[in-house]
Structure formats: C-alpha cells, structure tokens
C-alpha cells in the first residue's frame, strides 16, 4: 500500500512503530503507517523511517 503521490522510486518496509501524516483540522493524522504493517514508500521517506527506528527493510 502507499499513500505518497510521488515518481521517485519506492522500497518495501515494515512498521516496528508507527507515523501519522496530514493533520486533519482537529489535529488527528489522516493517514498513519501501523506498527506490523507493509508499505510501498518512496525511498527517501523509507531511509528516514529506517533511521529512526520506525521500520526495517523487507
């Protein structure tokens, strides 16, 4: 799954946390990357989870 509108080339990680993004107007995420889940993410958000011990390559 991906919810990143971008050409730049993807990478797959797993969440060991969790990251909300685009605040809504009350201040909850609208869109949040769940601990134990998949994703398809660009790869420089995937080096940026990755560094802070937010996911791992798979």
């Known amino acids: 799954m991906t919810i990143f509108n971008t050409n730049e080339p993807t990478a ?9 993004y685009s605040p809504t107007d009350n201040g909850t995420p609208s869109r949040t990357l769940q601990n134990g889940e998949a994703y398809e993410v660009p790869q420089s958000e995937a080096e940026w989870l990755i560094g802070a011990g937010l996911a791992v390559r798979v």
């Open 12 to 20: 797959s990680i797993r969440m060991i946390g969790w990251m909300g």
